[in-house]
């Protein structure tokens, strides 16, 4: 049944985005790991001549930049990981450049931050870029902007990125690339779980602390990200990236790390980008009634609302729980100002409360993600 869904899965994909991670192709020097970038460039361009669309989303940057700066180790400053991804980033796009050119591809450098995936014409824009490098002798890869995006540096990671750009994509397939063979049942015994249904409490117990020293990711990223290309509806394979062909071997249907089963239908693209891109700005509680008229496919009314959080405007994407627990996200119709005054009351109260009635709903089920 299993490794059913495995070849199904595959059997699925057209457009494939592979992370890779820091210690994949970097040493614990600080340098490139060029036999590590050559091989894994050669892999991408087989799979691009199988016919898939590749897309890589490629740490490195400040891995391969500390050792070209003379430093000893990762640094800690902000100016000094800065620093160190602006020198490291154009060796890395160069290594992937010259392997892919042996080939007759170019590599496309990429680099993002969080900001320019919530704004939505740059996110329009990114999504149609890259859909036209695909069509050309193009591999992209795509970094975090890391010399701008402060914060990008010090609170995620790149599997956070490449969750997101799979979304962004529509891509059926995100491979993650790390130092570790998948997630494992039992750190001791280093046997990983072929297949995870859901990534739940239980499965993020696992995520036992498996950082390098030169990245930033780790098994929880790994499982957040998961998270967020499963409940779009794609699937995700964690895999190590130093094992030989790993990726034509997966692509094979060799059952190599732990696949993550997409847990609903893909989502439209404009759902994703409610549910996940953007970072809501405040908190709608609804009472049971209400989160079961959700689940079940309803809008939400100022009925049902009992109590708000945050300060936002209309347009806002806001969370949705109920019982402390987060179970949709939206966009709000109305402010908070204007949904304190008018929660629990039923909408024919509205235009009277607020001397304005733009909609019944307050959240519109076109406008929200269940998670
Ligand atoms: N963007 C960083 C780099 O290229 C890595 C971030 C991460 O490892 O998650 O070095």
């Not at 992370?19 to 050669?42: A, C, H, P, W, Y």
């Not at 870029?129 to 790149?158: C, G, H, Q, Y």
């Not at 997101?164 to 280093?190: F, Q, R």
């Not at 998270?227 to 997966?250: D, M, Q, W, Y």
């Amino acid at each position: 049944m299993q490794e059913g869904h495995r070849k199904a899965i595959i059997a699925r994909t057209k457009r494939l985005v592979v992370k890779v991670g820091t210690g994949v192709i970097t040493t614990r020097e600080g340098f490139l790991d060029m036999q590590q970038v050559g091989n894994l460039s050669t892999q991408l361009v087989e799979l691009r001549n199988k016919g898939y669309e590749v897309v890589a989303v490629s740490s490195g940057a400040i891995g391969a930049g500390i050792g070209e700066l003379g430093m000893k180790k990762r640094p800690t400053t902000l100016p000094e990981l800065q620093a160190a991804a602006a020198v490291g980033q154009s060796k890395l796009i160069g290594a992937y450049d010259d392997y892919f050119k042996v080939h007759g591809y170019h590599a496309a450098q990429i680099l993002l931050t969080r900001e320019d995936l919530e704004d939505r014409r740059r996110y329009l824009n990114i999504s149609n870029t890259i859909a036209k490098l695909l069509r050309m002798k193009v591999i992209p890869v795509i970094n975090e902007n890391d010399t701008v995006s402060v914060e990008e540096i010090a609170f995620t990671d790149n599997d956070t990125l490449a969750a997101l750009v799979t979304n962004l994509l529509k891509a059926e397939l995100l491979i993650m690339l790390s130092s570790v063979d998948g997630l494992y049942k039992d750190p001791a015994h280093k046997e990983i779980i072929p297949v995870v249904d859901e990534v739940n409490e239980t499965i993020e117990s696992l995520a036992f602390n498996s950082k390098t020293d030169l990245g930033t990711g780790g098994m929880h990223s790994k499982l957040q990200a998961a998270r967020v290309a499963t409940s779009s509806g794609e699937a995700v394979i964690v895999a190590n990236g130093r094992t030989p062909h790993i990726l034509i071997k997966i692509m094979q249907g060799e059952p190599l790390g732990t696949l993550f089963l997409p847990t609903t239908e893909r989502l439209q693209s404009r759902k994703r980008w409610i549910g996940f891109t953007l970072r809501p700005k405040g908190r709608i509680y609804v009472d049971k009634g209400a989160s079961e008229a959700l689940s079940s496919g309803k809008s939400l009314l100022a009925s049902g609302i009992t109590q708000i959080e945050g300060d936002f405007e209309r347009g806002d994407v806001v969370s949705l729980l109920c019982d402390k627990e987060e179970f949709a996200k939206g966009l709000s119709n109305y402010s908070s100002e204007e949904l304190n005054k008018i929660k629990g009351q039923p909408s024919s109260q509205i235009a009277r409360l607020l001397g304005t009635k733009p909609y019944d709903e307050v959240v519109h089920r076109d406008n929200m993600v269940l998670l």
